[in-house]
């Protein structure tokens, strides 16, 4: 029998996640009964009730940020807990009491620095087009194997160490991740965490757009990691001809996500993100 709860912190960013932010934390109603982990919603720029729903809930700290950035956001509750270890999760991510223990208690000893739950993808409701692009996204073995994509990662200090502060980049968990080797991280086989994908080929151009983007800025080059690398995975895992036709969608969404990054160096006004599984 379980007789103690692991001590840490629970850091979500939030820019106008009214609509989520109930859900996120309804998650983590046991985690907060616990006793030992500080849950922190930073909201940033918010212009809707985000920051009054959060304050409703038992056991959570709001921290406003006037500005609309997620890094400030990030550093802001950064300075608002003195627990550890830190998982950042995104506003629109649930995860769960079994899950969080699990990547709480692997950071505790000296072995890793950083790990991420699970995840696993909900497309109820998106097109065939969608669902598609993520059936093959779930082939590719490198997904499951990094810190990003899962809209939640966690930081033991001596990690964190290493970050400093979270730099004005678009990407926080693909630069978090790339700060650590292989043995130094893990994507730990908990109760998964549920990604709520977009629904609509638009809603998923936006989001790829944004990433593809982020990636740019960090590596200095257009269009970040190996295209034809990703392409002889997906084939190399083919098993028939759905998984074919899967793959060809992946190369298209990503061969459109990519043009914005390769064609354009000017700066996007409106913050790109998915609608339309809020």
Known sequence: MITSHPSG??????????????????????????GTVDVVVACNGCMDATAAIASRC?????????EASKTAALNAADLATQRWPRLYLDADIEVS????????????GDTLLAARPALRYDTEGA?????????????????????????????SFSGHERLGTFPALTGDD??????????EKAVLPT?????????????????????????????????????????????????GPLSVFDAVVYVAFAGAGRRRPLLSRKAVAAWERDDSSR
């Open 9 to 34: 912190a629970v850091i979500i960013p939030a820019h106008n996640e009214a609509g989520v932010i109930s859900r996120t934390l309804e998650a983590l109603r046991e985690v907060i009964e616990w």
């Open 58 to 66: 038992r056991g959570v700290q709001v921290v406003n940020v006037s």
């Open 97 to 108: 009491a079994p899950a969080l223990r699990a990547v709480f208690v692997a950071l505790e």
């Open 127 to 155: 097109s065939a087009w969608v669902r598609a692009y993520y059936r093959a996204r779930s082939r590719i073995p490198g997904n499951s194997e990094r810190l990003w994509g899962a809209g939640a990662y966690a930081l």
């Open 174 to 183: 693909y630069y978090v991740d790339r700060l650590f080797s292989a043995h």
């Open 191 to 239: 109760e998964p965490v549920v990604v709520r994908t977009p629904r609509t080929c638009t809603a998923l151009l936006s989001v790829l757009r944004r990433t593809y983007r982020g990636n740019a800025e960090q590596d200095r080059v257009s269009g970040g990691a190996s295209m034809g690398r990703t392409v002889r995975q997906l084939l190399a895992s083919a098993r």
